[in-house]
């Protein structure tokens, strides 16, 4: 019997939550573009601050104008880390960190946004992490439950 043993290796890739929360299944977000998987697979975190981190190592290829949204390519796939439902309509909300075109490692915080404010202004704070465009073959696992943005993983990719 072996006391002390390597772990195994395995070709997995991961996605981190985005931010200290609670991550949830896509179904649990209150809007059917989402909740029903039309845009891509993934899972939702319900925020506890206002940074907002990146899942994965990769590049910011787009950020929309109302600032709500952020586009990454990454190994994984495209990844698309929407703020907020109906966050669009609160564009004061948000301060962007990162600009479009630069590198961004798994962990880096992209956004500030005002939790707050979405709040009082009855928009739902929950924060939905989709791969729009997933080029890692194989499985897919994800760890529901109590997060740390930056650090826990919420996706494992295996072969």
């Given at each position: 019997?072996?006391?002390?043993?390597?772990?195994?290796?395995?070709?997995?890739?991961?996605?981190?939550?985005?931010c200290d929360g609670e991550v949830v299944s896509l179904d649990e977000v209150p809007d059917e573009a989402f909740a029903s998987g039309m845009l891509g697979e993934g899972f939702a975190?319900?925020?506890e601050n206002g940074t907002v981190l990146s899942p994965a190592e990769g590049v910011i290829e787009s950020i929309s104008d109302s600032r709500h949204a952020y586009a990454i390519s990454s190994k994984?796939?495209?990844?698309?880390?929407?703020?907020?439902?109906?966050?669009?309509?609160?564009?004061?909300?948000?301060e962007p960190i990162v600009n479009?075109?630069?590198k961004v490692a798994a962990g880096q915080p992209i956004a500030r946004v005002d939790l707050g404010l979405l709040r009082a202004s009855g928009i739902s704070t929950v924060i939905p992490v989709l791969i729009t465009d997933k080029r890692q073959a194989?499985?897919?696992?994800?760890k529901y439950g109590k997060a740390i943005g930056g650090r826990?993983?919420?996706i494992k990719f295996t072969d």
């Open positions: 019997m072996k006391l002390f043993s390597k772990p195994q290796k395995t070709n997995s890739l991961a996605l981190l939550s985005v975190v319900m925020p994984i796939g495209d990844i698309l880390v929407h703020i907020g439902i109906d966050s669009v309509k609160v564009p004061e909300a948000f479009v075109g630069e194989g499985g897919i696992k994800i826990d993983i919420a």
